[in-house]
T-cell receptor, first 113, second 114 residues
């Protein structure tokens, strides 16, 4: 059964801390892994990863994929209160005739001033 | 570009009533997805369309759920009859031919069935 597991489920940190969010997966015919940030409304796209070991960065956020061990991490350095959100990991797999995107349940990050 | 537009934003209905959720994808996007989000199960794919044709509806929970895409600019998700356990936020998302730039999500419809 295809699945995406994120950990921790929730995390509370102080501003300035560095956090690491984890995503492990088992998906048929892996194609890509995506990270989303969801605040009050719709998820917004952060990164798409397709190759192992290549870090993607955007400001204080970075992410890397390990296709051998089937996981990805999302790092946030020097956290700010605006980083408070649910971070969703999604994995694209492929079954006969159909692409599919499987989401984890997310990690709820709370950054305290 | 107005993004993916969903309506209504909120819907409160009584058990047994029919509910119709609407979505307008981004113009030119070939794929349209309907998701349901709950605290317990996270974000689940219900169904998706490619060029207006349903490709995979294996996530549709039961026969009470149906989705249509009569043209490239409009899709509906219908629940008939609705039940309290259908209460969730329903997201519509669209993407170009591949998801190389990620899906674009609408703001969602928060459905409450009482």
């Amino acid at each position: 059964e295809d699945k995406v597991v994120q950990s921790p489920l929730s995390l509370v940190v102080h501003e300035g801390d560095t956090v690491t969010l984890n995503c492990s997966y088992e998906v048929t015919n892996f194609r890509s892994l995506l990270w989303y940030k969801q605040e009050k409304k719709a998820p917004t796209f952060l990164f798409m990863l397709t190759s192992s070991g290549i870090e993607k960065k955007s400001g204080r956020l970075s992410s890397i994929l390990d296709k051998k061990e089937l996981f990805s991490i999302l790092n946030i350095t020097a956290t700010q209160t605006g980083d408070s959100a649910i971070y969703l990991c999604a994995v694209e797999g492929y079954r006969t005739g159909a692409n599919n995107l499987f989401f984890g349940t997310g990690t709820r990050l709370t950054v305290i001033p | 570009d107005a993004g993916v537009i969903q309506s209504p934003r909120h819907e409160v209905t009584e058990m047994g009533q029919e509910v119709t959720l609407r979505c307008k994808p981004i113009s030119g996007h070939d794929y349209l997805f309907w998701y349901r989000q709950t605290m317990m199960r996270g974000l689940e794919l219900l169904i998706y369309f490619n060029n207006n044709v349903p490709i995979d509806d294996s996530g549709m929970p039961e026969d009470r759920f149906s989705a249509k895409m009569p043209n490239a600019s409009f899709s509906t998700l219908k629940i008939q009859p609705s039940e309290p356990r259908d209460s969730a936020v329903y997201f519509c998302a669209s993407s170009p031919q591949r998801i190389d730039y990620g899906y674009t999500f609408g703001s969602g419809t928060r459905l409450t069935v009482v």
